[in-house]
């Protein structure tokens, strides 16, 4: 009987133990899991942050071009001004020509 007993005593001790031990990997199991879920969180959102960089990067590189292109314009537009003020000078000769033109023809 008594060997009985502390042969239900170490069972009960290694129950015990075997609980602890499935409370601490249950533990363990819900972190790597939680850990895991931040793994794939963490890369989706890199994913995304690096889509939204390529994209960004390639409407700056578009911006860049239309600067450089508008830069061109800028030397023409500037030209284009010295003949409208030249031709505004002119503008009121131009009109009393076409008027007598227009007076005789």
Do not use: H, P
């Not at 009960?12 to 990997?25: I, V």
């Not at 899991?33 to 994913?47: G, H, P, R």
Request: glycine share 4%; hydrophobic share 40%; with cysteine.
């Amino acid at each position: 009987r008594n060997a009985m007993r502390r042969a239900q005593d170490k069972l009960e001790a290694k129950q015990k133990a075997l609980r602890d031990a499935n409370a601490d990997l249950k533990r363990v199991e819900d972190l790597v899991a939680n850990l895991n879920k931040q793994f794939t969180d963490s890369n989706d959102e890199k994913e995304t942050l690096t889509k939204t960089a390529e994209e960004l990067k390639t409407k700056l590189d578009r911006a860049g071009k239309l600067v450089n292109g508008l830069a061109g314009e800028k030397i023409r537009w500037e030209a284009s001004l010295g003949r409208f003020d030249e031709q505004q000078e002119a503008l009121v000769g131009d009109c009393i020509i076409s008027a007598a033109f227009l007076s005789y023809a």
